[in-house]
């Protein structure tokens, strides 16, 4: 069965820093995945999608990588503001199915 | 353009007590999901419609049913609720069933005492 865990379940750092989320998954037959953030109180919005064929995507200070040998992806953020002080989960397409991670609540000190 | 509509935002039930859930989308998707988020839990498939006039039961269907009214509405419905249901439910569409990106509505909020 696949499970996809993201540590840590929390994060704070200053404002400017780069910083790395981390998502694992447990068996590497997947679709895609795809990262979202999720602010207190609303719904999920789509980061990016990595399709299995790709080893990255990037969007603006985001970048997301991939690496289904070992069941690992990356979202990269660089110079952290405190907007995006938010909730990121990632998720696994498998089975015509998203399962999801946990999701790492992020904070950015100002 | 709304994108995916969810009501209510908020409803608190009795156990035993029966509700449903609206969704809409407005993007001409042809696939619809709901989900439920615990704390603590990521996300959880209860139900999803890869198409009009489809249904197919998710990660944790017991105690749920949907509707797939038309293209555009999914509806969840609790026929008798409990304790156990308490949590943020979210409805999202996605223009097919697989391999592309889901939207999202802002949820419903639902308290079982």
């Known amino acids: 069965k696949q499970e996809v865990t993201q540590i840590p379940a929390a994060l704070s750092v200053p404002e400017g820093e780069n910083l790395v989320l981390n998502c694992s998954f447990t068996d590497s037959a997947i679709y895609n995945l795809q990262w979202f953030r999720q602010d207190p109180g609303k719904g999920l919005t789509s980061l990016l999608l990595i399709q299995s064929s790709q080893r990255e995507q990037t969007s603006g200070r985001l970048n997301a990588s991939l690496d289904k040998s070992s069941g690992r992806s990356t979202l990269y953020i660089a110079a952290s503001q405190p907007g995006d002080s938010a909730t990121y989960l990632c998720?696994?397409?498998?089975?015509?199915?998203?399962?999801w991670g946990a999701g790492t609540k992020l904070i950015i000190k100002p | 353009n709304a994108g995916v509509t969810q009501t209510p935002k908020f409803q608190v039930l009795k156990t035993g007590q029966s509700m449903t859930l609206q969704c809409a989308q407005d993007?001409?998707?042809?696939?619809m999901y709901w989900y439920r988020q615990d704390p603590g839990m990521g996300l959880r498939l209860i139900y999803y419609?890869?198409?009009?006039?489809?249904?197919d039961k998710g990660e944790v269907p017991n105690g749920y049913n949907v509707s797939r009214l038309n293209k555009r509405e999914f509806s969840l419905r609790l026929e008798s609720a409990a304790p156990s249901q308490t949590s943020v439910y979210f409805c999202?569409?996605?223009?097919?069933?697989?391999?592309?990106?889901?939207?999202f509505g802002p949820g419903t909020r639902l308290t079982v005492l």
């Open positions: 999202a569409s996605s223009t097919r069933h697989q391999g592309y990106e889901q939207f």
């Open positions: 993007m001409n998707h042809n696939s």
């Open positions: 419609s890869a198409s009009e006039g489809t249904t």
């Open positions: 998720a696994v397409e498998s089975n015509y199915q998203l399962i």
